[in-house]
């Protein structure tokens, strides 16, 4: 069946210089309804990313004139608010620390599954890609930029202090969980915190009137929980 006429639910930019790998993975792609820019070096990554809206960046690191790496440190350095997958062959601890280091979203040691990678790419785009499928609103109401620090609702960012993104951001990627006081302050502070655990209480009152919705639900006797069902 043609996916000619179907709307590509995300851009991705793909950055490998092995025009086999690049092909396959693109098909692959392209099958699961993505747009897909291919490029073989990074200074056309960065031309690419500059010049068009890119939801999602594939990059190898041993490309050539700019790497990988360096692609991916355009992204963080200009906020540029797009998942990233590192994709290569290097399975060095220090490389891939280097990637994690500089936030790269996932790294992915070739040769890698097709259907494998697909799944990466969705889990991560509903993490950083507005959900543009909600009819009412042209993106998702609530977006967490993990790495600017940011919470934005209806596209605007809510004045939270770093403790204040890194107690809701705990809540909201883990909506299945149920966090204690003692779980969210290990979170936020890890073990440099001592005091009552009631700042965590303040935190969640000042939260809730800063975001015009009730995100945080309150679970009596246990702790706190993301509210998925204001999650737009």
Request: no cysteine; proline share 5%; aromatic share 8%.
């Given at each position: 069946?043609?996916?000619?006429?179907?709307?590509?639910?995300?851009?991705?930019?793909?950055?490998?210089?092995?025009?086999?790998?690049?092909?396959?993975?693109?098909?692959?792609?392209?099958?699961?309804?993505?747009e897909?820019?291919?490029?073989?070096?990074?200074?056309?990554?960065?031309?690419?990313?500059?010049?068009?809206?890119?939801?999602?960046?594939?990059?190898?690191?041993?490309?050539?004139?700019?790497?990988?790496?360096?692609?991916?440190?355009?992204?963080?350095?200009?906020?540029?608010?797009?998942?990233?997958?590192?994709?290569?062959?290097?399975?060095?601890?220090r490389?891939?620390?280097?990637?994690?280091?500089?936030?790269?979203?996932?790294?992915?040691?070739?040769?890698?599954?097709?259907?494998?990678?697909?799944?990466?790419?969705?889990?991560?785009?509903?993490?950083?890609?507005?959900?543009?499928?909600v009819?009412?609103?042209?993106?998702?109401?609530?977006?967490v930029?993990?790495?600017?620090?940011?919470?934005?609702?209806?596209?605007?960012?809510?004045?939270?202090?770093?403790?204040?993104?890194?107690?809701?951001?705990?809540?909201?990627?883990?909506?299945?969980?149920?966090?204690?006081?003692?779980?969210?302050?290990?979170?936020?502070?890890?073990?440099?915190y001592?005091?009552?655990?009631r700042?965590?209480?303040?935190?969640?009152?000042?939260?809730?009137?800063?975001?015009?919705?009730?995100?945080?639900?309150?679970?009596?006797?246990?702790?706190?929980?993301?509210?998925?069902?204001?999650?737009?």
């Amino acid at each position: 069946m043609s996916t000619s006429n179907v709307k590509a639910k995300a851009t991705i930019l793909f950055l490998e210089d092995d025009p086999v790998i690049r092909d396959v993975l693109t098909e692959y792609m392209k099958l699961s309804q993505y747009e897909v820019v291919g490029v073989a070096d990074g200074e056309t990554a960065l031309e690419i990313l500059s010049s068009q809206p890119i939801d999602l960046a594939i990059l190898d690191i041993m490309v050539p004139k700019k790497s990988g790496l360096e692609v991916l440190s355009h992204i963080r350095e200009n906020n540029l608010n797009l998942g990233v997958i590192m994709l290569t062959a290097l399975d060095d601890e220090r490389t891939q620390l280097d990637a994690f280091n500089h936030l790269a979203d996932d790294y992915v040691i070739k040769p890698v599954s097709p259907l494998i990678l697909m799944k990466r790419i969705d889990t991560i785009l509903r993490r950083t890609k507005p959900d543009r499928s909600v009819e009412n609103n042209s993106a998702k109401r609530l977006v967490v930029q993990k790495e600017s620090y940011r919470v934005l609702f209806d596209q605007n960012p809510l004045p939270l202090t770093i403790s204040e993104f890194l107690l809701f951001q705990t809540l909201y990627e883990n909506p299945q969980r149920v966090f204690t006081r003692e779980n969210l302050i290990m979170a936020i502070f890890n073990e440099e915190y001592i005091g009552n655990d009631r700042i965590i209480d303040a935190h969640v009152k000042n939260i809730r009137k800063k975001i015009p919705l009730p995100f945080i639900r309150t679970v009596t006797g246990v702790g706190y929980q993301f509210n998925e069902e204001y999650d737009l």
